[in-house]
């Protein structure tokens, strides 16, 4: 498990435009939002993604630089970035299982004649302070009950606003 305040584990992969995404390369005003996602196969990833890319310009103007996250290939990755409206979202792809577990997201094995890969981590979403340090968290084991979009940019001004603490750092 993650630990509010703490460094987050390293984290890189390819991007769908054909760069390279490095977190601690990343130098946002104020915080990275990465929004891990099941992949491909998931209609609800589909949805929140999409409703990431109608806020994107909220995020943005908040000194925030979004990523969604996936341990999709390319080929599946690629079919994200052309058919969802995923919009300006930057679209990483190739999450290691391993990374994935130093994240501490939980993972799924393909159902029996799903469309599923064999192996894919379910959603995560974390805001990382520019120092590399963990401010939030939230991790799931089931793709219901996204956190809300606009809670979460109202929760961003009242940190911003006031200066607000990392919370959960007794874990």
């Known amino acids: 498990m993650l630990k ?6 390293k984290l890189e992969g390819p991007l769908t435009i ?5 977190l601690d390369k990343q130098s946002p005003e104020n915080f990275n939002l990465l929004v891990f996602y099941r992949g491909k196969h998931c209609p609800i990833c589909r949805g929140y993604l999409k409703e990431l890319s109608n806020r994107l310009d909220a995020f943005t103007e908040r000194g925030i630089n979004v990523f969604a996250i996936s341990m999709d290939n390319k080929e599946r990755a690629t079919v994200v970035h052309e058919e969802w409206d995923t919009g300006d979202v930057p679209l990483v792809y190739n999450l290691s299982e391993s990374s ?7 993972l799924s094995q393909k159902r029996p004649d799903s469309e599923e890969p064999d192996v894919f981590s379910e959603p995560g979403l974390f805001l990382v302070r520019p120092d590399g340090a963990l401010h939030f968290a939230c991790v799931q084991n089931a793709p219901f009950t996204r956190p809300p ?6 929760g961003i001004d009242h940190i911003l606003e006031n200066d607000y603490p990392v919370r959960g750092t007794l874990t």
């Open 149 to 154: 979009l606009d809670q979460l940019l109202e």
């Open 100 to 106: 994935a577990r130093e994240w501490g997201l939980y």
């Open 18 to 22: 054909g760069a390279h995404f490095t």
């Open 4 to 9: 509010p305040d703490e460094k987050v584990p």
